[in-house]
């Protein structure tokens, strides 16, 4: 057997992380197997489903690095194969149609939650003839749901799950205007695609009781289930907005890399050991079913940071700088010309060690594309005392004088000076930080004098020197 597992989402606009961690344990799955991955849009629900919403769900993926191994299948394209299996069932007795009216569903509804009983179609066409309907009344077809007994269905995250099938009713499966339902269209595409293993949310475990129903009146074969705990929000509630993030278009605007997102929602349910920071490749490698947990997983934000700090400061330096100067660009008062690109690559190392998103990292490099004069936050403000200001003023003087401009000959030259001023070294690089940069906080201050360059550096610590 060849393993296929299958994403489908319904495209609504947004990858959810939930859909996401779906998405990608499909992938892992099939990998780790040697097996296929393919995608399927459920773009039925026509309202819902537009071009743009469609194509934030690839977008989402694209980014993730999860890709479909073949062309992705859209389900509203289906939908005469659809009606095809409805008929079919029709036509082997294990259907039938229905032709109760909106008041007729309403009443019995009434009915059955006034005695106390579930909600449920009570088979009022089920035995009947269709001759006793009026003509040309529209119908839906239902399928024939077993009256006795129990259906379990093996779970390989949940295990054995067991459903009375006194539980179940008659579900439609053809709506009046011939189009098919969520349940069927589901199975027969799952059929149809020669999906060996489903592997989605557990909110989704009642609908597999509906759907093994249909299966069967075909005869055909399930595909293995797996059924992941949801994830919950920190306090153990439903994730939602109050939270923090909830989609990958959110996560990628806040400045997370997709293999610290990813490596972070492997994570979130499913162990090995003691691993924590893997690769693809290990992922793929270690990936297994039978590593995920039953219980819910709560969202760590924290622990995503530190994730993703990780994997920042593994990151190529040419590709950061890249992302960093797409976000320079939506800063005002922010050169980004190929100098200040230079002068971002030149000090990157620096940077990343000191920055745990990509949003930190453009902010923390801003500095070396902006003009004269700058703006001193709070904590700069209280280094560019008058006393210090005149220390720089010396300090400009020796910096000019410094051959060649090099790490090596910068840092001596701040060593000297200190020395023969009797000051600390932090006492002089402290002040000269936030005459260049704006901020207390940078790489070495070294190695930013030496990616600013030596005329512009000159040029920032005059702008607030005292000179004597």
Request: charged share 25%; hydrophobic share 40%.
């Amino acid at each position: 057997m060849t393993v296929r597992t299958r994403f489908a989402p319904s495209p609504t606009g947004l990858l959810h992380i939930g859909n996401a961690r779906a998405a990608l344990f499909n992938f892992l799955y099939a990998r780790h197997h040697g097996g296929q991955f393919v995608l399927r849009i459920e773009d039925t629900d026509r309202e819902r489903s537009t071009q743009q919403a469609v194509d934030v769900l690839f977008d989402g993926l694209a980014w993730m690095d999860i890709e479909s191994d073949e062309k992705p299948v859209f389900q509203s394209t289906r939908q005469a194969r659809h009606a095809e299996v409805a008929h079919e069932l029709l036509e082997k007795g294990l259907a039938y149609r229905c032709y109760c009216t909106a008041d007729e569903l309403k009443e019995m509804r009434e009915k059955a939650m006034a005695e106390g009983r579930p909600p449920r179609y009570n088979g009022m066409w089920r035995d009947r003839d269709p001759a006793e309907a009026p003509a040309n009344t529209p119908y839906t077809i239902r399928i024939k749901a077993p009256r006795e007994g129990e259906t379990t269905i093996h779970d390989l995250v949940q295990g054995d799950v067991r459903v009375a099938n006194s539980e179940l009713d008659d579900m439609i499966i053809l709506r009046a205007d011939g189009t098919p339902v969520y349940q069927l269209a589901v199975v027969v595409d799952d059929h149809d695609m020669d999906i060996t293993h489903v592997i989605r949310g557990d909110d989704h475990l009642t609908n597999t009781f509906r759907q093994a129903m249909i299966y069967r009146a075909m005869g055909w074969n399930l595909p293995h289930f797996a059924h992941l705990p949801l994830i919950h929000g920190p306090d153990g509630a439903k994730l939602s907005k109050r939270h923090g993030a909830q989609s990958v278009v959110e996560f990628r605007e806040m400045g997370y890399l997709p293999e610290a997102l990813n490596n972070y929602l492997l994570r979130l349910g499913w162990g090995h050991g003691d691993a924590e920071i893997l690769s693809r490749e290990e992922q793929i490698r270690l990936f297994d079913l039978d590593g995920v947990g039953r219980s819910p997983s709560r969202m760590d934000y924290a622990k995503l940071l530190h994730i993703n700090g990780v994997w920042l400061r593994q990151a190529d330096d040419t590709r950061l700088t890249n992302d960093v100067m797409e976000r320079l660009a939506k800063m005002d008062g922010v050169d980004t010309s190929d100098a200040t690109r230079a002068k971002v690559l030149a000090l990157m190392p620096g940077l990343k060690e000191r920055a745990k998103t990509l949003v930190e990292l453009a902010d923390n490099a801003a500095f070396l594309g902006r003009s004269l004069p700058l703006t001193f936050d709070p904590k700069a403000e209280k280094q560019l005392t008058p006393e210090n200001r005149v220390m720089l003023g010396r300090l400009a003087l020796a910096l000019k004088a410094t051959e060649p401009f090099s790490k090596e000959a910068i840092d001596a030259t701040l060593r000297q000076f200190a020395e023969t001023h009797e000051m600390k070294l932090g006492k002089v690089a402290q002040p000269l930080r936030a005459a260049v940069t704006g901020s207390t906080m940078s790489p070495g201050i070294d190695d930013t004098l030496l990616a600013l360059g030596r005329d512009e550096v000159l040029a920032r610590i005059n702008a607030v020197a005292a000179h004597e």
